[in-house]
């Protein structure tokens, strides 16, 4: 692969590179995600050995200026290695995105259905923070 990852043979890293995405873990969630500060946080949800979630990785990496242009504060987390995320999300599939703003969880984009969705879903995440004028912040169960 182009850029494997540590102890992870066969998993290509090239799109958490490209887009600095910080590795979050079951303990390290709600903790992780405040380092996104005030900017709008994107959680991708993805497995090894996922097709699915190996196609969009190569098509974000592929669009990358204009995702950049989003200005998004990127986060990983593999759930086939830590399946309480998966089961704490109700994931029944990956990849997953989900959207938050200082731990709240805004939204989500089940899939990689291409950038002009994924263009609409950011929009809609930001109309939540505009609507809470900013002031978003930990809800139970997120």
């Not at 609409?120 to 900013?134: D, H, M, P, S, T």
Request: charged fraction near 20%; charge should be neutral; proline fraction near 3%.
């Amino acid at each position: 692969m182009a850029s494997d990852l540590p102890g992870m043979s066969g998993v290509d890293g090239t799109a958490f590179e490209a887009f600095s995405m910080r590795e979050l873990t079951s303990a390290t969630f709600d903790e992780g995600l405040l380092a996104a500060g005030n900017g709008l946080a994107v959680v991708f949800f993805w497995g090894v050995d996922c097709f699915n979630c190996e196609v969009a990785k190569k098509t974000m990496v592929a669009q990358r200026e204009a995702i950049e242009a989003l200005d998004l504060c990127w986060f990983h987390a593999n759930v086939y290695a830590d399946m309480a995320l998966g089961k704490r999300f109700a994931l029944h599939g990956v990849p997953t995105l989900f959207f938050f703003h200082h731990g709240k969880k805004l939204g989500r984009a089940t899939g990689w259905q291409g950038l002009p969705q994924f263009r609409l879903a950011v929009a809609a995440a930001r109309e939540k923070i505009a609507a809470a004028g900013g002031k978003t912040g930990p809800q139970e169960g997120s």
